[in-house]
């Protein structure tokens, strides 16, 4: 079962257009939410972060916002570019999770077309 | 520079073959990962190595296995590869394994065919 659930699996988006990206989890003992970017050809890489205890995080035009109470998340994208088509892979680790690492979803595919 | 890297980058070998991957990491990270990533299904958990010679099985341990004999060097060996091993394998590695440590550093992958 996955413990990650990422929707939607892709999505489309025009330049300028605001992207948004959710994410869902069973474990409510997670307390770290990283979102990672992968482009072609290339490992994924940290593109912001937040903790359990913010709802909210912003880094330019990527801001990630967390609602505890029902154990989801999203990234939003603003003013989105060609340069951000890539995938976007939510995860989670807890704090007693020390055997795991990070719990990763499947992973959303944005296509930003000018 | 904070780093991990990966050879080789591309592997083609036949059936039965055996595989030898391996990841570097320059960064003093406790903790490594091998993944395996095919379309849709995100990334697999192989193995994960919380330091010399202290492996741990993934969710898909099957049919690899790991060695780790100095902290930056982790490799993963596949004997006599099959067919559906063919893959992208990435190799990763983290501070520690919870929280915020957990944060993990990628490497750039090893795509594998196996014939």
């Known amino acids: 079962q996955q413990q990650v659930r990422q929707s939607p699996q892709s999505l489309t988006v025009w330049e300028g257009g605001t992207t948004v990206l959710t994410c869902s989890y069973e474990?409510?003992?997670?307390?770290?939410f990283p979102w990672y970017q992968q482009f072609p050809g290339e490992g994924p890489a940290l593109l912001i972060s937040?903790?359990?205890?913010?709802d909210k995080k912003e880094d330019g035009r990527f801001t990630t916002f967390f609602n505890k109470r029902e154990k989801k998340l999203s990234l939003h994208i603003i003013d989105s570019q060609p340069g951000d088509s890539a995938t976007y892979f939510c995860a989670a680790s807890a704090w007693d999770n020390y055997a795991q690492g990070l719990t990763f979803g499947l992973g959303t595919r944005v296509s930003v077309f000018p | 520079d904070m780093k991990v890297t990966q050879m080789p980058r591309y592997l083609i070998k036949r059936m039965g073959e055996n595989v030898l991957l391996e990841c570097g990491q320059d960064?003093?990270?406790?903790?490594m990962y091998w993944y395996r990533q095919d379309p849709g299904l995100g990334l697999q958990l192989i193995y994960i190595s919380y330091d010399v010679d202290s492996n741990s099985e993934g969710d898909i341990p099957k049919g690899y296995r790991v060695s780790r004999k100095k902290r930056e060097h982790f490799s993963l060996i596949l004997d006599s590869a099959k067919t559906n091993q063919t893959s992208v394998y990435f190799c990763?590695?983290?501070?520690?394994?919870?929280?915020?440590?957990?944060?993990?550093?990628f490497g750039p992958g090893t795509r594998l065919t196996v014939l």
């Open positions: 937040i903790l359990s205890v913010s």
């Open positions: 990763a590695s983290s501070l520690g394994d919870w929280g915020v440590d957990a944060e993990q550093f």
């Open positions: 960064m003093s990270h406790e903790t």
């Open positions: 474990d409510s003992t997670f307390n770290y």
